[in-house]
């Protein structure tokens, strides 16, 4: 027997309802899409209502040009060349204005190669200029601009969107990038443009602090049995503090008169040597006994204080420097002695590996090198005219990261480095733009992740970076310049001591756990 057609045998009331739940699936299925793509592309309507939102309202602005640099700023309304813009506090809701509550910031560069800030929120607006791009890096711009890669097919998150401008012809082309993990193309655009523009990544406060002296630069460290800080300000009782109670467990008396900046330990924990402004000096830990002072050097009409105080692997030497030479001192006698034949000659400074036969040093050219022991074989220049900021070799030394400042402590640059080639692996900045003064350096154990402390003010605190990718991954804020940091509690936590006289301490293995997730959640979305 033939059937009917379906539509004969279904009752009205059943076609209504059939009806209604494809309907409801046609428009779930759109719903869910319509949050990040549409046949593989960002949602249309929510990408060009973000766009004309937030986005530069026409190709022309007003720049504050100035002529001289001790001239005043001029403002001229000019052609724009490239806009680069980031929103926090925005949303995607179609049903109210994503406008209320949110704000964007950034920069335009002209046509002429002029360079304009801008801020608008709920607070007001606000905008500044007079600066350009560097000569020297308008072609490198203009290459990247032509170039800019490819959206990622799903939009990034609110409060992590940056976008980059172009001006062809009588129109923008927009293109829009997650600040969590942009491509390395868009990364050098806003480090170039000078927009200020940070990566987007998790920020921690420390989960404990407490008050160890008053501000001013000095030292922090751990004692070689790991169980108690020293941490003491200038010109003040150097002090043992439990980083677990917070409790002070001694002083000594000797820092008022040292005002150390600079502190080491002796490979068998029984001496230490501490540095400052006024002289530098080595103790026995045995009891806290003067051994040695070291007298200021003289170099033509100048004098010369030691500082930087650091021991060979041995133990056999104390290496002092003091700017313009290397001082050995043999830990013997504590007398200045002939330097070890595998030392290079003429070297400013000298940071050896434990274990293998490498080591970084900085030549008489103020050149910062890697040397093979050995060979006694300077093999790779890892920065030229800059003085050694902080050096880490990772635990099976095939890694070493260097941070340098060059060009009159403009330039800062902090590089990870392959021991046996030479090769540049990385170059690390915190959140992703210029790097300023990093003085501080520490490898996870499992060389995973790399930790650098800066001083500068646009990054204070402690940057975490992916060794792997070379990307910044965590911060660890409410610190401002430091004194030093280390791991402690078998690497679960992290003390710093700042310079405003206080100890703080991370969870760091919670924080890890943080930065995992995060990585995490990123893959899928990167271009």
Not at 105 to 129: L, N, P, T
Not at 447 to 456: A, I, V
Not at 460 to 471: D, L, M, P, Q, V
């Amino acid at each position: 027997m033939k059937l009917p057609p379906f539509g004969d045998r279904v009752s009205a009331p059943v076609k209504i309802a059939l009806w209604i739940a494809v309907a409801c699936l046609v428009a779930n299925l759109s719903s869910v899409a319509g949050q990040d793509t549409i046949a593989g592309q960002p949602n249309k309507d929510v990408r060009d209502r973000w766009v004309k939102q937030y986005g530069a309202k026409g190709l022309k602005g007003r720049f504050y040009k100035r002529q001289a640099p001790d001239q005043q700023s001029i403002e001229e309304f000019g052609d724009i060349k490239v806009v680069v813009t980031a929103v926090g506090g925005d949303t995607d809701d179609i049903e109210n204005d994503f406008r209320l509550e949110s704000y964007h910031y950034g920069c335009k560069v002209s046509a002429d190669w002029h360079i304009s800030s801008f801020y608008h929120g709920e607070r007001g607006s606000k905008g500044g200029g007079g600066s350009q791009v560097p000569e020297e890096d308008r072609q490198r711009l203009n290459d990247l601009l032509a170039d800019l890669p490819p959206e990622a097919t799903k939009l990034p998150p609110n409060g992590r969107r940056v976008m980059i401008q172009v001006s062809k012809g009588d129109r923008f082309v927009s293109h829009i990038y997650d600040r969590a993990d942009a491509p390395d193309i868009v990364l050098e655009v806003l480090r170039l443009t000078g927009s200020e523009i940070r990566a987007s990544l998790p920020t921690f406060k420390p989960q404990y602090d407490w008050k160890v002296g008053a501000y001013g630069e000095g030292v922090f460290r751990f004692t070689p049995d790991g169980k108690s800080i020293i941490a003491q300000d200038r010109c003040y009782p150097i002090k043992f503090w439990d980083p677990y109670t917070k409790q002070q467990l001694k002083e000594l008396p000797f820092g008022k008169w040292i005002c150390p900046s600079g502190m080491a330990f002796s490979p068998d924990g029984e001496f230490a040597v501490f540095s400052g402004a006024a002289t530098c000096a080595v103790f026995s830990t045995a009891t806290w006994e003067e051994v040695r002072t070291f007298e200021e050097t003289t170099i033509g009409n100048s004098s010369y204080t030691f500082h930087s105080p650091r021991f060979t692997p041995d133990g056999q030497y104390l290496l002092l420097e003091n700017g313009h030479s290397l001082g050995v001192f043999s830990t013997k006698d504590w007398q200045r002695c002939d330097p070890p034949n595998y030392l290079p000659g003429g070297a400013f400074a000298y940071f050896p590996a434990s274990q293998s036969k490498r080591a970084v040093i900085r030549t008489k050219s103020k050149a910062v090198a890697l040397w093979d022991v050995d060979q006694r074989l300077e093999y790779a220049t890892l920065d030229e005219n800059a003085a050694v900021m902080a050096v880490a070799f990772s635990s099976d030394e095939s890694l070493v990261a260097v941070a340098t400042m060059g060009d009159n402590w403009r330039r800062g640059s902090l590089r990870i480095w392959d021991v046996v080639t030479g090769k540049l692996i990385h170059e690390l900045r915190p959140y992703e733009r210029r790097t300023g003064s990093i003085v501080g350096l520490a490898w996870t154990p499992d060389n995973r992740y790399l930790l650098g402390t800066s001083n500068s003010d646009t990054s204070y605190g402690i940057g975490i970076w992916n060794a792997a990718t070379g990307r910044h991954r965590g911060h660890l804020t409410g610190s401002v310049q430091s004194n030093g940091f280390a791991f402690f509690d078998q690497h679960r936590k992290v003390a710093e001591g700042s310079r405003d006289g206080k100890v703080r301490v991370w969870d760091f293995e919670a924080v890890r756990k943080d930065i995992e997730e995060f990585e995490k959640s990123l893959i899928g979305r990167s271009h």
